[in-house]
């Protein structure tokens, strides 16, 4: 399974425990158990990476946010978890809510390969974008202040906030990301498969456990 660091809808690891939790690692492991094979978590610095690993083939199961673009060459399942999309502004910008972000003085990172990548220039046209290549990197920009914020799913904006004392996750919505578990495109029958394990995870209350475990904040509802 592809995933990706310093998401809880992905993996976390903690530095003093070997126990990984995230929801994309927890339901990608209770999959392999359903199916009776071997689990193996293939973790990347960035989505990105993730999203190129499963377009060459290269892994068999991620969990992400399911766009038109993605579709194109990953088959999703059902939705599992809708987030909501925002802001995460620096403890040394002067910008201090969402109004005040779409102007040219202002800069806003964002992920590479990320959908925010293409909806950013339509939502904030007058702001500066600024593209950064992994989360760690991103963190380092806010505290700087090279960056006077950074736009992405909430779940991933909080978890950057509780490392950057002084940053604040903005409470406007700006938009949503519709995680799903998804396979590379032509593996036959995955769809309803997929579809069936998820409805089975959510009938048994273990996705509400993954949720939980996670921590993730940010979530909407369905």
Do not use: W
């Not at 090279?146 to 938009?175: Q, R, W, Y």
């Amino acid at each position: 399974m592809g995933l990706y660091k310093g998401t809880p809808s992905s993996i976390l690891v903690s530095d003093t425990s070997k126990q990984a939790r995230g929801i994309g690692y927890e339901l990608g492991e209770n999959l392999a158990l359903q199916m009776g094979v071997g689990y193996t978590p293939v973790v990347f610095e960035k989505n990105a990476d993730v999203l190129a690993a499963v377009k060459n083939n290269e892994v068999d199961l991620v969990f992400t946010n399911a766009s038109p673009d993605r579709a194109k060459y990953i088959q999703f399942s059902k939705t599992v978890i809708k987030i909501e999309k925002g802001y995460l502004i620096s403890p040394r910008s002067l910008a201090h809510s969402a109004a005040e972000i779409n102007r040219k003085q202002v800069k806003i990172g964002y992920s590479v390969g990320s959908n925010s990548q293409s909806e950013l220039p339509i939502i904030i046209p007058n702001a500066t974008l600024v593209q950064t290549g992994s989360t760690k990197q991103a963190i380092a920009l806010l505290k700087s202040g090279e960056i006077d914020g950074f736009s992405t799913n909430k779940a991933i904006l909080f978890e950057m906030a509780a490392a950057i004392p002084g940053s604040k996750v903005l409470p406007e919505v700006i938009g949503y990301e519709y995680l799903a578990l998804g396979v590379p495109l032509g593996r036959h029958d995955s769809t309803q498969y997929l579809d069936a394990f998820v409805d089975r995870m959510i009938s048994s209350g273990k996705l509400q456990s993954f949720i939980q475990r996670s921590g993730i904040q940010g979530l909407a509802e369905n």
